[in-house]
């Protein structure tokens, strides 16, 4: 009985049929994908402007650059592409982003997520199999039949039970491509968490070395300002000048000192707040190349293929809901069918334990029902037009994401140009006031000249020298922003 059994539900399930009601999705490529993303947009005099003045700082600085540090070996994370990094040529960031992908607990929650997903995958799937359990019995029964005497008897009964709905309109199939598409959309949240955890740590460890950077021109600054005064109070006590330049140098010392002392305090609260997103107590972060040496391993093209926008986080979940949302028009379309399912049950049953595995206490049935929704008050009809009005917000919100990340992508490309000519132009001003400053001083000592000389030229240099500083930051973390805008590395190969 078993084997036939077993043949009639192969049979039945062959009798199911591929074919399965509603659309059937195909993936859309996002609009604007076959283009380049940040063609250049500044005038050919600009350009050109701006170039000679990139060609005479690398001609100035030349002698005085130190070889750039080795490019670390790296590879492809499992949940992070972290090559781009490679272009900023400094292990102890990379270092920092390791340990912040294994530690950091939003992270966790978001691999957390995706097992959960991957489990409903399995919930879903499960229905396209006949659910089979085991049940045993034991009962004292009186019946009677018409008005003929009672009859007593004991049963027990031990018995596999089978229950299967065919899925002939392929309801279950669409729900699983449903799950599936949703597990597809966790992950590329999870991706997304990845991306920002590495931009927000980068862009933190760079803000340390910009006010590292900015600690030591405060500290350069001070020593010299302090020469300065040295020099005027010397001058005073031979009787070569006023007691007024003496002040005026003294107030100037204080400049830098308030700026190391507002530096000091923001690199404590800075490395407390890296520390507590790569998931460690507040501590000191170690460093590794100067926010000088990084910006000069940098080099990003102008423009990019769109291409690259497709393994966008934000863009592939979209794409996913779109598609789980259009396999859910199918679930729903499935509900309004006929359903046919499959029971049964085949086992023992016997008046006693002795008799109970016996031949002739063999017991079983099988049964198809069909059961077919007549009226439902309109819902299943309304709960069809809302799965398909569900894919069309699914499908506007993908369209939407693809048009955002375009935009996100061009202006951080815009905003890495930008930041490049921005740091040539500072690096321009800040040596020739550089130059400035030392004419001024030997003007001074040599009485060519007052002290009002010095002066602006102090104060000139240091300001710019702290812009500088700030745009080659800015440039750095524009850099970083074009990573998170095109969901990776611009490097295509990656």
């Known amino acids: 009985m078993m084997r036939r059994l077993s043949f009639a539900f192969a049979g039945l399930s062959v009798m199911v049929g591929a074919c399965a009601v509603g659309p059937h999705y195909q993936p859309v490529a996002p609009a604007g994908v076959n283009g380049q993303v940040g063609a250049g947009q ?44 490679d272009l900023l040529r400094d292990s102890a960031l990379v270092d920092l982003v390791q340990t912040a992908l294994h530690q950091n607990r939003e992270l966790q929650q978001a691999v957390a997520r995706i097992q959960e997903f991957r489990a409903e995958v399995g919930v879903a799937r499960a229905p396209l199999f006949p ?87 405060a500290e350069s600054t001070l020593v010299s300002r302090r020469a300065t005064l040295a020099l005027a109070r010397s001058r005073f006590q031979q009787g070569l000048t006023s007691e007024l330049d003496v002040r005026q140098f003294e107030a100037q010392v204080s400049a830098p000192a308030v700026r190391l002392a507002q530096v000091d305090r923001l690199r404590a609260e800075q490395e407390h707040a890296l520390s507590v997103l790569i998931g460690a ?70 008046p006693n334990s002795d008799r109970l ?8 049935q099988l049964q198809a029902g069909i059961s077919i929704p007549l009226f439902t008050g309109g819902r299943l009809v309304n709960a069809t037009r809302a799965a398909r009005a569900r894919a069309e917000q699914a499908r506007a919100a993908y369209e939407q994401t693809a048009l955002e990340a375009l935009r996100e992508a061009g202006d951080a490309l815009v905003g890495v140009r930008t930041a490049r000519d921005e740091v040539i132009a500072q690096q321009t ?12 001083e030997l003007r001074y000592r040599t009485g060519v000249s007052n002290y009002l000389e010095v002066l602006e030229a102090q104060r000139g240099l240091f300001d710019a020298q702290l812009a500088l500083s700030q745009a080659q930051l800015r440039q750095l973390t524009a850099a970083v ?13 990656k």
């Not at 005099?45 to 650059?65: C, G, H, I, N, V």
């Not at 933190?204 to 021109?217: C, S, T």
């Not at 170690?286 to 769109?306: K, N, Q, T």
Request: a neutral charge; charged letters at 20%.
């Open 281 to 350: 107590e507040p501590r000191s972060i170690h460093r590794g190349v100067s926010l000088s040496e990084a910006v000069a391993a940098l080099h990003v093209p102008d423009s990019l293929p769109a291409r690259l926008l497709e393994r966008r986080p934000d863009v592939r979940q979209a794409e996913r809901a779109l598609a789980a949302a259009t396999a859910r028009i199918g679930v729903a379309q499935a509900a309004r069918l006929p359903a046919v399912t499959i029971t049964g049950f085949y086992g023992t049953q016997a």
């Open 357 to 364: 595995f016996s031949s002739s206490a063999e017991v079983y």
């Open 481 to 493: 922003q074009l990573y998170k805008a095109l969901g990776g590395s611009w490097n295509e190969q």
């Open 131 to 217: 659910s089979i359990s085991a049940s045993g019995t034991a009962s004292t029964n009186r019946v009677t039949f018409g008005t003929g005497t009672p009859i007593s008897y004991q049963a027990l009964q031990v018995a596999g039970n089978v229950a299967w709905e065919l899925d002939f309109w392929g309801k279950t199939r669409r729900g699983l491509q449903a799950a599936q598409a949703d597990l597809g959309a966790q992950e590329a949240a999870q991706r997304s968490v990845v991306l920002s955890l590495v931009s927000d740590v980068a862009t933190g460890y760079l803000q340390l070395l910009e006010l590292d950077q900015e600690r030591a021109i």
């Open 42 to 85: 500044t005038d050919t005099a600009t350009r050109s402007f701006f170039d000679s003045l990139a060609t005479a700082r690398a001609s100035d600085s030349a002698a005085r650059m130190q070889p750039a540090p080795a490019t670390a070996n790296l590879t492809a994370n499992e949940i992070g592409d972290l090559a781009w990094l």
């Open 429 to 440: 001003q800040a040596e020739a006031l550089s130059r400035a400053l030392h004419l001024a």
